[in-house]
């Protein structure tokens, strides 16, 4: 069974960093689409960024030169590091990977929540 598991959430002060990690297991994807979203209180889930197996990234314009999305294949784990936190960055942060991806960069580039598997997400307070 997929599994995904987020870490590294937390409070910090605007200007500040954090780095969120999800840890895949159950699957080894070769050939992959993975992605970071998040979703605030009443509000849609909005892509933030993807990464597939041949190291292209894409960011929403709103994290781009912020926010850095990559993948350790060694380990099995994705990452999101945030730097220069705004208050609008508040939200509970998902990891998600679709292991059927078949190298369709522009689908994975798109940030659409159309993923197959998710995790639990992690919470990310941006005070100001």
């Known amino acids: 069974q997929v599994q995904l598991v987020e870490s590294g959430g937390g409070s910090v002060q605007a200007g500040g960093s954090l780095r969120l990690s999800c840890a895949a297991s159950?699957?080894?994807?070769?050939?992959?689409?993975m992605g970071w979203f998040r979703q605030a209180p009443g509000k849609e889930r909005t892509g933030v960024a993807a990464?597939?197996?041949?190291?292209?990234?894409n960011y929403a314009d709103s994290v781009k030169g912020r926010f850095t999305i990559t993948k350790d294949n060694a380990k099995n784990t994705l990452y999101l590091q945030m730097n220069s936190l705004k208050p609008e960055d508040t939200a509970m942060y998902y990891c998600?990977?679709?292991?059927?991806?078949?190298?369709?960069?522009?689908?994975?580039?798109?940030?659409?929540?159309?993923?197959?598997?998710w995790g639990q997400g992690t919470q990310v307070t941006v005070s100001s």
């Open positions: 998600a990977a679709d292991p059927t991806y078949g190298g369709n960069w522009y689908g994975c580039a798109a940030l659409l929540p159309e993923y197959n598997v």
């Open positions: 159950g699957y080894t994807y070769s050939s992959y689409c």
């Open positions: 990464i597939d197996s041949d190291g292209r990234t």
